[in-house]
């Protein structure tokens, strides 16, 4: 059977545009992503393949592709995985680009990663692109602030944001060891640049450190100096990156109180990547792992509104029908970049892969590799880790 043809699939992007589509220009004949063939051609490819793929599938990832996935989970857990299936020739991650980078890095130099579309980018992460952050910290050595801070960088960064932190004294971190990782640094110096991610930076220091909000201040990357005074700069104990996730962020305290007043009785469970208004109203706020866990550990019959991604709250109402679960806004909250990452994108990596062709492959070069691992083993070091995002 003739796996692929001649045409190329171009599902946002046209033409042959390396910006609306980058990596999708091999050939391969799909179907629609609605052809139920399209379950049986993966299904296919992936048994000839055997032990030599290994699928991660993150948690925001859509169903018809998590049922292909060998393990699912957080970034970092996920990265963790394949750096434990050394055996694994190819790794395809379903996730996005940041995602697929650390699992490059945490891999060996003889496992190709594998991202099935090369567009299914991270918009937090593109917030934080390494020359502004470059400029950034000569602005807060300008004001002599650089050497008495640490630069942190949120998981959801590009390999060479880690790799400036790495470069820097700094470190990774993830919203589950956000505290941890930010009392390591406060040993280190006096203040924190934290990347890329404000809200993360802004309730870890302030709701589980004890900072003021008036301890942190936002650089904007598109202000002069960052939109700051030397002595804002001077005075501050937190230098929030302004970043944000472009789901998380999306939640607002009236859809908390909203909520509250439809289902009495509700707990309001959020992600640390939303707004601190949100996560004030909140009853219960953690990492994509701490809400599964949580949803996995109620009482049936409790009711519970979630504020991440609609795929993870779709999935866990589908799987716990004893509880009553529903998502926090009434707008639809997919993550537009993760959702790239389809059927159609998987039978094309996979198929490739059976006809010996690696496609869009993710690749750090060794120097931000190196410096990479620096910043993530600084975490990695931190006693009772148990990072997860
Ligand atoms: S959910 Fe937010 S942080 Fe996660 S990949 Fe999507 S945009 Fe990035």
Same mark, same amino acid.
């Given at each position: @059977?003739?796996?692929?043809?001649?045409?190329?699939?171009? %599902?946002? &992007?046209?033409?042959?545009?390396p910006?609306?589509?980058? &990596?999708?220009?091999?050939?391969g004949?799909?179907?629609?992503?609605?052809?139920? #063939?399209?379950?049986?051609?993966?299904?296919?490819?992936?048994?000839?393949l055997?032990?030599?793929?290994?699928?991660?599938?993150h948690?925001?990832?859509?169903?018809?592709?998590?049922?292909?996935?060998?393990?699912?989970?957080?970034?970092?857990?996920?990265?963790r995985?394949?750096?434990?299936?050394?055996?694994?020739?190819?790794?395809?991650?379903?996730?996005v680009?940041? @995602?697929?980078?650390?699992?490059?890095?945490?891999?060996?130099?003889?496992?190709?990663?594998?991202?099935p579309?090369?567009?299914?980018?991270?918009?937090?992460?593109? @917030?934080?692109?390494?020359?502004?952050v =470059?400029?950034?910290?000569?602005?807060?050595?300008?004001?002599?602030?650089?050497?008495?801070?640490?630069p942190?960088?949120? @998981?959801?960064?590009?390999?060479?944001?880690?790799a400036?932190?790495?470069?820097?004294? #700094?470190?990774?971190?993830?919203?589950?060891?956000?505290?941890?990782?930010?009392?390591?640094?406060?040993?280190? &110096?006096?203040?924190?640049?934290?990347?890329?991610?404000?809200h993360?930076?802004?309730?870890?220091?302030?709701?589980?450190?004890?900072?003021?909000?008036d301890?942190?201040?936002?650089?904007?990357?598109?202000?002069p100096n960052?939109?700051?005074?030397?002595?804002?700069l001077?005075?501050?104990?937190?230098?929030?990156?302004?970043?944000?996730?472009s789901?998380?962020?999306?939640?607002?305290?009236?859809?908390?109180?909203?909520?509250?007043?439809?289902?009495p009785g509700v707990?309001?469970?959020?992600?640390?990547?939303?707004?601190?208004?949100?996560?004030?109203?909140?009853?219960?706020?953690?990492?994509?792992?701490?809400?599964?866990?949580?949803?996995?550990?109620a =009482?049936?019959?409790?009711?519970?509104?979630?504020?991440?991604e609609?795929?993870? %709250?779709?999935?866990?109402?589908?799987?716990?029908?004893?509880?009553?679960?529903?998502?926090?806004?009434?707008?639809?909250?997919?993550?537009?970049?993760?959702?790239?990452?389809?059927?159609p994108?998987?039978?094309?990596?996979?198929e490739?892969?059976?006809? &010996?062709?690696?496609?869009?492959?993710?690749?750090?070069?060794?120097?931000?590799?190196?410096?990479?691992?620096?910043?993530l083993?600084?975490?990695?070091?931190?006693?009772?880790?148990?990072?997860?995002?």
């Open positions: @059977m003739a796996i692929t043809s001649p045409l190329p699939l171009f %599902v946002l &992007g046209s033409g042959t545009d910006d609306t589509e980058r &990596g999708v220009e091999c050939p004949e799909l179907p629609p992503a609605s052809d139920p #063939g399209l379950v049986e051609r993966a299904r296919r490819a992936k048994e000839k055997g032990d030599r793929v290994f699928i991660l599938g948690h925001y990832q859509r169903d018809e592709v998590i049922q292909f996935a060998d393990v699912t989970g957080d970034s970092f857990k996920l990265a995985d394949a750096a434990a299936r050394p055996g694994a020739e190819y790794i395809v991650f379903c996730g680009h940041f @995602m697929a980078e650390s699992a490059d890095i945490l891999t060996g130099p003889d496992q190709r990663v594998i991202l579309d090369l567009a299914a980018g991270c918009s937090m992460a593109d @917030m934080a692109r390494l020359a502004q =470059e400029d950034a910290w000569d602005v807060l050595a300008d004001a002599g602030v650089a050497e008495k801070t640490v942190v960088t949120y @998981m959801n960064s590009s390999a060479d944001i880690k400036f932190c790495g470069r820097n004294g #700094g470190v990774v971190c993830t919203s589950s060891n956000a505290k941890r990782v930010l009392e390591w640094a406060y040993q280190q &110096g006096e203040k924190v640049f934290f990347l890329p991610d404000q993360l930076g802004r309730n870890t220091a302030v709701l589980q450190l004890g900072y003021e909000l301890d942190c201040v936002v650089y904007d990357p598109r202000q960052g939109g700051l005074t030397r002595q804002q001077r005075d501050a104990k937190v230098i929030l990156w302004r970043g944000h996730c789901v998380h962020g999306r939640f607002t305290p009236e859809a908390v109180d909203e909520a509250r007043a439809r289902i707990q309001v469970l959020v992600h640390p990547e939303c707004q601190h208004e949100v996560v004030l109203k909140a009853d219960l706020i953690g990492s994509t792992e701490f809400i599964i866990q949580t949803i996995e550990a =009482e049936p019959g409790t009711k519970w509104v979630i504020g991440t609609l795929n993870l %709250v779709q999935r866990l109402a589908k799987n716990h029908p004893e509880l009553e679960i529903s998502f926090l806004e009434r707008i639809v909250c997919y993550c537009a970049t993760m959702n790239r990452i389809d059927l994108h998987l039978v094309q990596s996979l490739n892969l059976v006809e &010996g062709r690696v496609v869009n492959q993710i690749e750090v070069d060794p120097d931000t590799e190196r410096s990479a691992k620096q910043a083993q600084r975490m990695l070091d931190l006693p009772g880790d148990s990072a997860r995002d």
